[in-house]
């Protein structure tokens, strides 16, 4: 087919509801993904990191995968920017996503420390981070008493950090560029308390909570800003609220702490006439007016095995609200490939009777789904991107 539009007009099309010439795709891949299928499945463009993302993945075969040493198993997140950028667009994928440099990952390497086999860098806030299986897990939160929350210093970021998001933006031009600004309550969560002190502070230091999420919302709207400024199409923030079948905290906690922070970023962004898109796992039904009146124009994610049901979902919102979803990566694992290609198929065909929708996976796609499945997936999508509007699905 003959596509009459670019990968951001395309994006943008589906984010105000009008219909886009073919459904946008946004491929999301586990680094250890992207060198599998750089190694087994379509080389990049860019001869250095196809070559560097197969010999990271021979090396990690090679030594036993899952039980191989440390650097073997952590040496692949190196490819998680690239592979979510340049390669995802190389696979047929519309959209990029790109982190300022001091939360990306390559960023940690000058801090990476290794002991008796085990591999830790510094976390973005203060504390540390340790290698568990593929992914670097929290091992020492940056402060152990909420009340000290507010002399914990935030990271200066200037435009100097967005330097190749400009210079990814001068090199690919049309496609839709997704600059990610980290995220909110996640961050209490995962770096600066730790779960445990999270949930407890929301009893105990309720008020030191709300303070500090006061100070990371005027954090964050300032990289918005440097995003903006940078040249992102889309506003990209990470934040899970819901665990599978319920929020992670109570909504009344969620309406007071979290959605006011959210709204403003929101603001923020619409401010410099870009659309927000929020990454959300677990159950998402309770949020989803919320977010409406927040402003939030994509949600991704919205796994099905969570409880969230997109039909339902499509009637609560009322057109107000895209979905970047369809391609159920958790689900997947335990479906046929005939099943996974209907339930794509099924999620796209719910999306073109609507609109709103962007083709996406539900996570990032993770490197051990069985090839015929890895097939199933890339060989649906580039069927329904054949489509010549996502209306005749």
Not at 58 to 72: E, I, K, V
Not at 103 to 128: E, H, K, M, N, Q
Not at 316 to 336: K, N, P, S, W, Y
Request: proline share 6%.
């Amino acid at each position: 087919m003959t596509e009459s539009m670019t990968s951001r007009e395309r994006v943008q099309a589906a984010t105000e509801g009008l219909p886009p010439d073919r459904v946008p795709l946004m491929i999301w891949l586990n680094p250890h993904t992207a060198c599998r299928l750089l190694a087994e499945f379509a080389p990049a463009p860019d001869r250095i990191p196809s070559l560097l993302g197969c010999s990271l993945w021979r090396r990690f075969l090679r030594r036993g995968g899952m039980q191989a040493d440390a650097w073997s198993r952590a040496l692949p997140l190196i490819m998680e920017e690239y592979g979510n950028s340049s390669y995802a667009l190389a696979l047929g994928g519309d959209i990029a996503v790109l982190s300022p440099s001091f939360i990306s990952p390559l960023s940690f390497i000058t801090s990476v420390r290794s002991s008796d086999g085990r591999i830790s860098v510094s976390a973005p806030f203060g504390g540390s981070l340790t290698l568990c299986g593929i992914y670097m897990h929290p091992e020492k939160p940056a402060v152990s008493n909420p009340a000290d929350l507010a002399a914990l210093r935030l990271p200066l970021v200037n435009a100097a950090h967005f330097n190749g998001v400009r210079q990814f933006k001068q090199k690919h031009p049309a496609a839709c560029l997704l600059v990610e600004i980290g995220a909110m309550q996640q961050v209490l969560c995962d770096y600066i308390l730790g779960s445990q002190n999270f949930m407890l502070a929301l009893y105990d230091y309720p008020a030191e909570i709300k303070a500090f999420m006061c100070r990371l919302g005027d954090w964050l709207e300032e990289i918005i800003h440097l995003a903006a400024e940078a040249g992102a199409d889309v506003i990209f923030l990470q934040d899970d609220y819901g665990s599978n079948q319920r929020p992670l905290i109570s909504m009344k906690m969620w309406d007071e702490i979290t959605h006011p922070q959210l709204a403003r970023l929101v603001s923020a962004a619409h401010a410099h006439h870009l659309p927000f898109m929020l990454h959300s796992c677990g159950y998402q039904m309770p949020f989803l007016e919320r977010y409406v009146a927040a402003g939030v124009d994509i949600l991704q994610s919205f796994q099905t095995g969570a409880g969230n049901d997109l039909e339902q979902a499509y009637a609560l919102t009322q057109g107000r609200l895209t979905f970047a979803t369809g391609i159920d990566v958790q689900q997947a694992e335990h479906m046929t490939s005939a099943e996974i290609t209907q339930s794509i198929r099924e999620k796209c065909a719910i999306g073109a009777r609507h609109g709103r929708f962007i083709l996406a996976t539900s996570h990032m796609l993770q490197h051990n789904l069985p090839k015929e499945k890895m097939d199933a997936i890339f060989n649906t999508t580039c069927e329904l991107q054949q489509s010549t509007t996502v209306h005749s699905l």
